[in-house]
């Protein structure tokens, strides 16, 4: 069956075999089917049309590149084979996938869905909220002011983990890099760690 679908000449019979594995999709985790496309302007195609349809908090992650290489064309071209991508685009409510293992648990390829954006250093204290104040649900009059800025919010993530459990990740940034054996680092690119999914 695998050597007829490679050379694009499916038997009847084949065809059949494979439509008899069709079944509705279990997706109890909240967590949507993953979609594998050949190249990244399809996965990009297809991120951008799911992302349309979160009409909730967004942020925007730009990279920070650095390195040695003094050849601009040579940089961009080492660059753009980095999972990481220059400019990413999150949402509150966005599934994600983990692009490096940030542990024994999750991993690259963890899948899960981000809850909020939290100031790094005020993550898992009262102040843990959508702006960082401890105000969620306050009404105005009794709301503290807050001195974080929006540039240092970071994704809370949760993610399925085995046995049907769920594991909160505040998710940071991660650095990507190039060396020679000399250790001098040819490229470099700092970004948040998972991508929108």
Known sequence: MLNEMRFGRLSQESIARFKSLSRPINDNDGLGATELFPRREDVERSNNGRMSHLQTEQKEFEASDGGM???????????????????????????????????EMLVNGSMGKILRFVDPALYGTDY????????????????????????????????SVPNRGRREALIMTETWKVELPSGEVQVSRTQVMCLFF
């Open 69 to 103: 290489m003094a050849d601009k064309n040579q940089r961009e071209k080492m660059l753009a084979n980095f999972m990481a991508p220059k400019k990413i685009v999150l949402r509150v409510g966005a599934q994600v996938m983990l692009i490096k293992n940030m542990d």
């Open 128 to 159: 843990d909220d959508v702006d960082g104040s401890g105000n969620a649900g306050k009404p105005k009059s009794e709301r503290k002011k807050t001195t974080t800025t929006k540039d240092m919010f970071m994704p809370v993530v949760e993610f």
